[in-house]
């Protein structure tokens, strides 16, 4: 069963930064479509950002220039690099894993963002 642990939330007041890591166990990241998602109290999980081996990182239009998604497959992390931060950004941050061969859809199980002053 592949393993996805977020880290790197946390509170931060509004103009702040944070980095999101998520760490995947199993051999077969480098083929991964990852992705990072958030979901505000009472609303749906959207998507934030996404990246695949094969293409160019796709953002949500709310944090397109503010939000950075990138890859080490030496470490088998996905990072999410967040700058500018304002409260309509406080959610849980969930990180996604696709297997494309298999058709596996992992998740992890969330890091708290908080930004407030």
């Known amino acids: 069963q592949v393993q ?3 880290s790197g939330g946390g509170l931060v ?3 702040g930064s944070l980095r999101l890591s998520c760490a995947v166990s199993g051999t077969s990241f480098s083929i991964y479509h ?6 505000a109290p009472g609303k749906q999980r959207d998507l934030v950002a996404s990246d695949t081996p094969s293409s160019s990182a796709h953002y949500d239009d709310s944090v397109k220039g503010r939000f950075t998604i990138s890859r080490d ?3 088998n992390t996905v990072y999410l690099q967040m700058n500018t931060l304002n409260p309509e950004d406080t959610a849980v941050y ?3 894993a696709v297997d494309p ?3 596996m859809d992992y998740w992890g199980k969330g890091t708290l963002v908080t930004v407030s002053s």
């Open 4 to 6: 996805l642990v977020e």
């Open 73 to 75: 497959n030496a470490k």
């Open 94 to 96: 969930y990180c996604n």
């Open 34 to 39: 990852m992705a990072w998602y958030r979901q």
């Open 101 to 103: 061969l298999l058709g």
């Open 13 to 15: 007041q509004p103009g």
